[in-house]
């Protein structure tokens, strides 16, 4: 099944119901027998690991059709990210052979893990801030897994038992602070860790589409694609392709990257593990390819869908501070 972040006309968020027709909201739902407006994301995912849910919701969805209850375009109400408030965002680097290689790194023998915050979150539509003192923003197609239910030391086998769907991310990362030789200027170094480079505010835009683990595997291969899109020059407006491959090139697969997390970090219903990114990174470009504002980056995953943001600069951020 395919769930919808959304915001009311009132300015709250919502879930609704992706169908073939279009959008049936939480509120056009809630005229039948339960009230999915109600639902946070954490209890959606506790929800579609119970056997009866899908049963269930389905039932549901095929009363509101006999009820005539009309499904609308989603392009009406204001997309939200679909994982709003993670207890934890863990990320895995060089997990795509090709990546590796194309930074001169050797492929890692067990995944590498580093670790973004709920502040970093921002929806389809919303602005990639540049922050004050990096001029080096690239952007990272990943597949991101949500969590369906408390992980402590599972196993490969059990894994999956414990994932609740899939989401579109975009791993934004300020490459000088990172401190990539091929961002920085000379003189310049790093901050030795990737806190600042990776974490940043606005510096993970997540899809309004959570795709249920039924619906697709990733060992299939699911095409990741991402583009830069000009805001300046002549070619203004017109997609640049970055990145292109499948998912079915991960390193560490799904089922193994849970399995490796939970047996040292308890993840818990919610959590959102962003798997790592293929090839075609503007950093190792010649020369590299950084996003400037005004430019939009585009993060899209064959099956679950896309999220686009504009970029700007840390001057014309769009946010009230407190």
């Known amino acids: 099944m395919r769930l919808y972040a959304y915001e009311s006309r009132h300015g709250e968020p919502r879930v609704g119901v992706l169908t073939p027709d279009g959008l049936l909201t939480g509120a056009r739902l809630a005229r039948m027998e339960r009230e999915p407006t109600l639902l946070t994301w954490q209890s959606i995912c506790c929800i579609v690991n119970d056997p009866g849910w899908h049963t269930d919701f389905g ?19 204001r997309p939200l990210p679909a994982v709003l408030h993670p207890g934890k965002v863990i990320c895995v680097g060089l997990n795509y052979r090709d990546h590796a290689a194309e930074g001169g790194r050797a492929v890692p023998d067990r995944p590498m893990l580093f670790s973004k915050f709920a502040n970093a979150i921002i929806g389809d539509g919303e602005a990639i801030v540049r922050p004050d003192g990096t001029r080096a923003l690239d952007l990272e197609v990943e597949l991101g ?15 999956m038992d414990h994932v609740a769907g899939y989401v579109v991310v975009n791993d934004v990362s ?4 990172q401190g990539n030789p091929k961002a920085l200027r000379e003189g310049e ?19 309004p589409v959570f795709v249920t683990k039924d619906e697709l595997d990733p060992r299939d291969g699911l095409r990741l694609r991402s583009w830069r899109i000009p805001g300046s020059g002549p070619d203004a407006g017109v997609p640049v392709p970055m990145q292109d491959a499948t998912t079915a090139d991960m390193l560490f ?30 950093v190792f470009r010649d020369p590299p390819v950084f996003l400037e504002p005004g430019d939009r980056a585009r993060c899209e995953i064959e099956g679950i869908g896309m999220v686009e943001n504009p ?4 001057t014309d951020d769009p946010r009230q501070d407190p």
């Open 189 to 207: 170094k790093g901050d030795g860790q990737w806190l600042r480079a990776k974490g940043s505010d606005t510096f993970l835009p997540v899809g």
């Open 311 to 314: 970029v700007v600069d840390w």
């Open 253 to 282: 697969d799904v089922p193994a990257l849970v399995s490796f997390v939970s047996r040292h970090i308890t993840l818990e219903p919610g959590d959102l593990i962003a798997t790592g990114t293929p090839a075609g990174v503007g």
């Open 59 to 77: 039932r549901l969805v095929a009363s509101a059709t006999r009820h005539g209850v009309r499904a609308i375009d989603p392009d009406r109400r």
């Open 145 to 159: 897994v949500v969590i369906g239910r408390p992980s402590r030391r599972v196993t490969r086998e059990q894994a």
């Open 174 to 177: 300020a490459r000088d602070w």
